[in-house]
């Protein structure tokens, strides 16, 4: 405040005073006449000796001083008096005798403001130093509104620079310098070079901007991080201003700049406390409900199923109670890095497989977690999730030198089935909940309760079927195909069985989707094939056959990278030629994917395998496709046989097949046989090969050693 009061001129209306230093008495009695007379105030001192006390005392506005003086001379009085702060811009005139420009620049050099030249009109002397008081209370306006803004950049922290249109800078204060966090020795003479100490990551954004605003003529404004590491960068804005130079109308730009840090990092605090729990750093139930309706617009569009599951540590005030707040904070912040393992969260690095959602664990409130499933192919699904987390809590936490057995219950509503907005479905998760609470807790309950009977099922089936290979529950089955013209067997169909010591008989149509969605499919569909190879080997060493036999495989086995080379191993292991193997594939799988299809069934082919379509007539293929597919034998599905001969259309899609079949040079076999009847009419309308219950149920190998010695003798007998 003071600066500026002192900064300020004198009040326009306030005598001006002049300071008067001349050792001629006629000249100062003169120039006081004509100056009084002009309305100035006038001081008189008679030598440059006497200048500084007088300029103490008097404070004038205005110095006019003789050149030549006996003791101290105008020059060094001029030059002592701008020596001084306080005498730094008061204009002084300076009035020689000397016309003659060495004492001119002198006089300059001493610092005056201007000249006068005896003998001089005092008339005009009047004028002249109203003149250069204006001039200098403009001067004086200006500086004190420069400092001033100086002052409030200073403040303000905000740096200030100018450049020309090359993006060169012409000014560059202080301010500018610390609000980029540049050290003193750094040279910045251009954007090109400040660029350089831009963050790697925002430095192409900046220069892009920065030149396109350049080449424009535009102004702008933009934030970016300067250092070298994302850690400890500066957040900086930077505004720049395109100006149009008066002169020769080029461009110039000024701008300033401001170190946001501050800012920045108030920001995130407050995004974090909004949206993130600081216990756990999981996202928060608002956060989490944001999550849930995002992906509920997802799965509408895309016709998903989505789960929410609201999850409760069970008797977690007990822990709170006996060890502590900060006991019980360590087992959530514990508990919720389990869960995070156990879930495909994209912040774990290569957890969520390409193109698929990631599921989302946040902290809703206390003991109480939720977790969405943005994209599961069944409720049941969900269930299984459920059991993943139950199971990841099974080993002890060990928190404050305690062993700590955390137990969960879990409420789990389903998009669309429960609800359709994100309320909905945390409602109805915490009701599950509830639910889940009274049943006895540490366990899962579904919020539409039929649900929980079917997932059990396939949880269960799941779980079991992990270990199956290793404990040996499978075996395979063999059922006879026979020729139609002459019952005699030909070959078999591996199909596989699964005895479970608790299950019991678990059918294939029940476990092999399960087998297909966990991927199990392609270790077990490459163990029935290596069974069934090493049984034509047996059944060949004991002098039955040579047969040949089929072999299922399913859609997610087909499409595994490298299928026939896989294939051709195991056949080779078991010294089985691949062409006494027939590959059934069913026909909606070689439908899914034309090219996919053609090139793994050519590649089959090139190998030696035999290649049949299974089900054939439940899928859709177009004759023409068949055509292209370089496959063996068309299976007529039991379902068009069931019914023959009685039913009119079974028989003409029979008739139909088989000689479309004929013509496109393919065998026939019909399967599920179980009569007489059906055999006759097959065998008249010329099907190549039969299977059913008629001949024979699948039956192990060794149970069908005593079929094979009977039915080989019958049929060539
Ligand atoms: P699929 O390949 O069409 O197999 C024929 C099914 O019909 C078998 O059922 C068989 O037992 C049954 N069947 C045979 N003759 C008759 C009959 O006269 N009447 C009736 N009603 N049914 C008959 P299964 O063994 O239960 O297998 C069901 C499906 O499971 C199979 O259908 C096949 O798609 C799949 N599957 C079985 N074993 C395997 C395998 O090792 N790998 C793969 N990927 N899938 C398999
Ligand atoms: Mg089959
Ligand atoms: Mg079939």
């Keep these: ?89 008061v204009p002084v005139l300076m009035m020689t005798g000397l016309d003659d420009v060495e004492s ?95 963050l790697e990551a925002d430095r192409e954004r900046f220069s892009e901007a920065v030149r396109s605003a350049l080449r424009r003529k535009e102004s702008f404004s933009l934030e970016f991080r300067l250092g070298l590491r994302e850690a400890d960068a500066r957040n900086v804005h930077i505004v720049g201003v395109a100006e149009q130079r008066e002169a020769d109308s080029g461009y110039y730009f000024i701008g300033t700049v401001q170190d946001v840090s501050e800012r920045h990092r108030a920001e995130q605090q407050i995004h974090r406390l909004a949206h993130y729990d600081d216990v756990t750093g999981l996202p928060n139930r ?26 409760d540590i069970d008797h977690f005030q007990r822990i709170n109670d006996t060890l502590g707040f900060a006991c019980g904070d360590e087992l959530l912040r514990a508990v919720s890095a389990r869960f995070r393992h156990t879930l495909r969260i994209s912040d774990t690095l290569g957890q969520v497989p390409v193109g698929m959602a990631a599921d989302a664990l946040g902290r809703a409130a206390g003991d109480e977690f939720i977790v969405l499933l943005p994209e599961i192919t069944a409720a049941e699904d969900a269930a299984v999730v459920a059991q993943r987390l139950r199971n990841a809590l099974g080993k002890p936490f060990e928190i404050g030198g305690n062993e700590i057995h955390a137990r969960v219950s879990i409420g789990i509503s389903v998009y669309p089935g429960d609800g359709t907005s994100a309320d909905d479905l945390l409602r109805n998760a915490d009701a599950a909940l509830a639910q889940a609470k009274r049943e006895g807790r540490d366990c899962y309950q579904f919020f539409t309760t039929q649900l929980n009977a079917s997932a059990f099922k396939r949880l269960t089936v799941e779980m079991q079927l992990r270990g199956a290979l290793e404990r040996r529950e499978f075996m395979v089955y063999f059922q006879p195909k026979l020729a139609a013209a002459s019952y005699e067997p030909l070959g078999f169909e591996a199909l596989i069985r699964w005895v479970h010591p608790e299950l019991g008989r678990v059918s294939p149509a029940e476990f092999i989707p399960v087998a297909e969605e966990t991927g199990l499919i392609v270790p077990i569909g490459e163990w029935v094939l290596g069974e069934a190879c090493r049984q034509l080997a047996a059944w060949d060493a004991a002098g039955l056959g040579p047969y040949k036999c089929a072999v299922n495989v399913s859609g997610s086995q087909f499409r595994v ?59 859709y293929s177009s004759l023409s496709y068949l055509k292209r597919l370089p496959i063996d034998v068309l299976k007529i599905d039991q379902s068009f046989v069931r019914d023959l001969p009685g039913d009119d259309g079974d028989v003409a899609i029979v008739n139909t097949v088989i000689s479309m079949a004929r013509g496109l040079g393919l065998r026939t076999v019909a399967e599920g046989v179980e009569t007489a009847a059906q055999r006759d009419f097959l065998r008249d309308a010329g099907c190549d090969e039969l299977q059913g219950y008629y001949f024979s149920e699948p039956r192990a190998a060794d149970d069908l050693v005593a079929w094979l010695r009977e039915h080989g003798e019958t049929a060539r007998g």
Excluded at 3 to 17: F, G, K, L, N, S
Excluded at 19 to 35: H, I, K, P, Y
Excluded at 112 to 136: Q, S
Excluded at 565 to 585: D, K, T, Y
Aim: charged share 25%.
């Design 1 to 89: 405040m003071n600066a500026m009061m002192e900064a300020q001129p004198h009040d326009h209306d306030e005598v001006a005073r002049v300071l008067l230093v001349d050792d001629d008495d006629m000249q100062r009695l003169l120039a006081r006449t004509a100056l009084e007379n002009a309305g100035f105030a006038v001081i008189e001192a008679a030598d440059g000796s006497e200048l500084p006390a007088a300029f103490e005392q008097h404070r004038p506005d205005l110095v006019v001083l003789d050149v030549l003086m006996p003791k101290v001379d105008g020059f060094a009085a001029c030059s002592a008096l701008r020596a001084d702060a306080r005498g730094a811009h």
């Design 104 to 198: 001119i620049n002198r006089a300059y050099e001493a610092g005056a403001t201007d000249f006068v030249t005896k003998p001089f009109n005092f008339e005009i002397l009047g004028h002249r130093l109203r003149y250069m008081l204006r001039a200098t209370r403009t001067a004086d306006a200006l500086r004190a509104s420069e400092q001033r803004l100086q002052l409030a950049q200073r403040i303000a922290r905000l740096g200030h620079w100018e450049c020309d249109a090359a993006g060169n800078f012409a000014r560059w204060n202080m301010e500018t310098h610390d609000a980029l966090g540049l050290c003193d020795d750094v040279e910045v003479g251009s954007f090109a070079v400040l660029a350089n100490h831009v």
């Design 286 to 311: 608002a956060a989490i409900r944001a999550s849930i309706a995002e992906a509920l617009a997802q799965a509408a569009r895309h016709e998903r199923v989505l789960a929410v599951l609201s999850i």
């Design 561 to 619: 990278a490298a299928l026939p080379e896989r294939l051709a191993r195991v056949v080779e292991a078991a010294g089985i030629a691949p062409s006494r193997i027939e590959l059934e594939l069913t026909e909606s799988m070689l439908m899914e994917d034309a090219a996919l299809a053609i090139e793994t069934l050519d590649a089959l082919k090139a190998l030696g395998f035999g290649i049949a379509v299974d089900d054939f007539g439940t899928g």
